[in-house]
C-alpha cells in the first residue's frame, strides 16, 4: 500500500556530551566531534569510556536555551528543580523544541490538541540506586516523592505542566529502538486526527551499576581498551569494533500536521514520509537481517519510492560486532552494492549510543544533515566491515540529499525504521 504519512517537523531539541541545541549539535556533526571520554570511577570491567553529562546543572541549562521566556524559566525550576537528572534533561531539551517550533504562540495548536509522547523506559533504574542507601538507614528517609519519581510517567507530568500540553500522551518502549518507536507513534497520533502537534521526546537513559555490568557479561558493551584514546574506542562498522559506549543523551521533536503549520506559516525542517516497525519474534539480543530489511522496505513502500531515492542512511550502528555485520547485510540488501547506494553514517560514534533516546537524537541527527547538505563523518571507520557500502569517510562530506533513512535496532527483535523527506526550498548543495 502506498500511503503518505502526515507528519512534518516543525522544532528540534537535542542534548548530548557534544552539544545541547540543534545549532551547537550541526557544528559538532559537521565537524565530527566525539563527546566520549574515560570514565572517572569505572568498575574493574569498565566501562572504561562513556559520552555522558556530568557537568549538567538545571539553572545553567535553562539559561542557555535562547528566548525562553522568564515565566517558562520560573515554571521549569519549580516543578523540576528537585526531579530526577533525566528528567531535568528532558524538560530543558524539550523546551528547545517547543521554542524553535513556536508552540505556545499565537496561531499554535491549542494546548488541548497538543499530544506529548515521552520514547523510553526503565528510566529510574539510576535513580533507585541513589535512593536505595536510604531505604537502608530507615524507610522514613525516602521522600514521599519518590513514588512518583520511581514512575516512567514522572516525564509525562513534569512536560506537559510546564509545556501546559493536556493533548493525549504515553510513553511508549522498544529497547534501543525506542526513539523511533516514539517517532511512529505521534506521527500515528496525527494521521487519526488525535492531535494537531505532538512533542516527541526521547528520554535519558541513566544505567544503574547492575544494568552497565549485565550489558558488560551480554558482550554488548565495549569495556574499552585502555591504550585507545577515547574519541577512538566507538567504532561502528569497522573490523576491530568492541561494542557499544554508553552515552547521555535526550532529543525531541515537535511533529505537526502539514495543515497545522500551513495555517500558523510555521516552517517546515524535514517531512516523515514513511516508517517500518515490525518484530522477529525473538526474545533474544541477536539481530535479524530478515526484520532489518522489512522495516527498510516498509518505509519506502509506505512513501511509494523506490530504494535509488534514499540519498543517506543514518544507520543504528552500535560498534557491535554482530550488529554491525547484520545491518550491513539487511543495507545490502535493500540498496545493493550499485552506483546509486546511499551515504551510510553513524551518528553513536559522535555520541555514544544514547539508548532509549537514540532514535530521536539520531532522527534530529538526520534532519540536520538533510537541511545543512552534508553528511557527517564516520570518524573511527579505518577498516570497513563491507567496504562495497557506501560509507562516508573521516570528515564531512557536501551531498544533496531529498530521502534519508534512519534506523534503530532494539533487544527482543524490536525493529524500526524512520523515512525522512527534506523540507521544500531548502538550500542546495553539490554532492
Request: proline share 5%.
Given at each position: 500500500?502506498?500511503?503518505?504519512?502526515?507528519?512534518?517537523?516543525?522544532?528540534?531539541?537535542?542534548?548530548?556530551?557534544?552539544?545541547?541545541?540543534?545549532?551547537?549539535?550541526?557544528?559538532?556533526?559537521?565537524?565530527?566531534?566525539?563527546?566520549?571520554?574515560?570514565?572517572?570511577?569505572?568498575?574493574?570491567?569498565?566501562?572504561?569510556?562513556?559520552?555522558?553529562?556530568?557537568?549538567?546543572?538545571?539553572?545553567?541549562?535553562?539559561d542557555a536555551v535562547p528566548g525562553l521566556p522568564a515565566g517558562l524559566r520560573a515554571g521549569a525550576l519549580r516543578t523540576a528543580g528537585?526531579?530526577?537528572?533525566?528528567?531535568?534533561?528532558?524538560?530543558?531539551?524539550?523546551?528547545?523544541?517547543?521554542?524553535?517550533?513556536?508552540?505556545?504562540?499565537?496561531?499554535?495548536?491549542?494546548?488541548?490538541?497538543?499530544?506529548?509522547?515521552?520514547?523510553?523506559?526503565?528510566?529510574?533504574?539510576?535513580?533507585?540506586?541513589?535512593?536505595?542507601?536510604?531505604?537502608?538507614?530507615?524507610?522514613?528517609?525516602?521522600?514521599?516523592?519518590?513514588?512518583?519519581?520511581?514512575?516512567?510517567?514522572?516525564?509525562?507530568?513534569?512536560?506537559?505542566?510546564?509545556?501546559?500540553?493536556?493533548?493525549?500522551?504515553?510513553?511508549?518502549?522498544?529497547?534501543?529502538?525506542?526513539?523511533?518507536?516514539?517517532?511512529?507513534?505521534?506521527?500515528?497520533?496525527?494521521?487519526v486526527g488525535a492531535a494537531d502537534a505532538c512533542l516527541v521526546v526521547g528520554a535519558l537513559a541513566e544505567l544503574s551499576a547492575l544494568e552497565r555490568q549485565a550489558l558488560l557479561n551480554l558482550g554488548a558493551m565495549s569495556a574499552g581498551r585502555r591504550g585507545l584514546e577515547p574519541d577512538a574506542v566507538c567504532r561502528p562498522f569497522d573490523e576491530d569494533h568492541s561494542g557499544f559506549v554508553p552515552g547521555q543523551g535526550c532529543g525531541a521533536l515537535v511533529l505537526e500536521t502539514q495543515e497545522s503549520a500551513t495555517a500558523r506559516g510555521a516552517p517546515v525542517l524535514a517531512r516523515i514520509a514513511g516508517y517500518?516497525?515490525?518484530?522477529?519474534?525473538?526474545?533474544?539480543?541477536?539481530?535479524?537481517?530478515?526484520?532489518?530489511?522489512?522495516?527498510?522496505?516498509?518505509?519506502?513502500?509506505?512513501?511509494?519510492?523506490?530504494?535509488?531515492?534514499?540519498?543517506?542512511?543514518?544507520?543504528?550502528?552500535?560498534?557491535?560486532?554482530?550488529?554491525?555485520?547484520?545491518?550491513?547485510?539487511?543495507?545490502?540488501?535493500?540498496?545493493?552494492?550499485?552506483?546509486?547506494?546511499?551515504?551510510?553514517?553513524?551518528?553513536?560514534?559522535?555520541?555514544?549510543?544514547?539508548?532509549?533516546?537514540a532514535g530521536v537524537v539520531e532522527a534530529v541527527a538526520t534532519v540536520l544533515q538533510l537541511r545543512g547538505g552534508f553528511v557527517h563523518p564516520n570518524i573511527n571507520l579505518r577498516r570497513p566491515i563491507d567496504p562495497g557500502l557506501r560509507f562516508t569517510g573521516r570528515t564531512a562530506r557536501p551531498a544533496d540529499l531529498s530521502y534519508a533513512l534512519s534506523n534503530s535496532f532494539g533487544f527482543g527483535g524490536i525493529n524500526t525504521s524512520i523515512l525522512l523527506a527534506a523540507a521544500p526550498g531548502r538550500p542546495r548543495t553539490e554532492g
Open positions: 500500500m502506498t500511503a503518505t504519512a502526515p507528519a512534518v517537523v516543525t522544532g528540534l531539541g537535542v542534548h548530548t556530551a557534544v552539544a545541547a541545541g540543534a545549532d551547537a549539535f550541526e557544528e559538532a556533526l559537521r565537524t565530527g566531534r566525539s563527546g566520549i571520554t574515560r570514565c572517572a570511577a569505572a568498575g574493574p570491567q569498565g566501562p572504561h569510556f562513556a559520552a555522558g553529562l556530568p557537568d549538567f546543572d538545571l539553572r545553567t541549562a535553562l528537585r526531579a530526577p537528572f533525566g528528567v531535568q534533561v528532558a524538560l530543558v531539551t524539550a523546551l528547545q523544541a517547543r521554542l524553535h517550533a513556536g508552540l505556545g504562540t499565537a496561531g499554535a495548536p491549542a494546548p488541548r490538541r497538543t499530544a506529548l509522547v515521552v520514547a523510553g523506559h526503565n528510566l529510574t533504574t539510576g535513580y533507585a540506586e541513589r535512593l536505595h542507601p536510604k531505604l537502608a538507614g530507615g524507610g522514613a528517609h525516602v521522600p514521599a516523592r519518590a513514588a512518583l519519581h520511581l514512575l516512567d510517567t514522572d516525564h509525562l507530568g513534569v512536560l506537559s505542566q510546564v509545556l501546559d500540553i493536556t493533548g493525549e500522551g504515553c510513553t511508549v518502549g522498544g529497547a534501543s529502538a525506542s526513539g523511533n518507536v516514539g517517532i511512529i507513534t505521534a506521527a500515528r497520533l496525527l494521521a517500518g516497525l515490525a518484530l522477529d519474534g525473538n526474545s533474544q539480543a541477536d539481530p535479524d537481517e530478515a526484520g532489518e530489511t522489512e522495516v527498510m522496505t516498509a518505509a519506502l513502500r509506505m512513501a511509494g519510492l523506490a530504494p535509488e531515492a534514499v540519498g543517506y542512511v543514518n544507520a543504528h550502528g552500535t560498534g557491535s560486532a554482530l550488529g554491525d555485520r547484520t545491518e550491513a547485510a539487511a543495507l545490502r540488501q535493500v540498496f545493493g552494492d550499485g552506483p546509486g547506494r546511499p551515504w551510510i553514517n553513524a551518528t553513536k560514534a559522535l555520541t555514544g549510543h544514547c539508548l532509549y533516546a
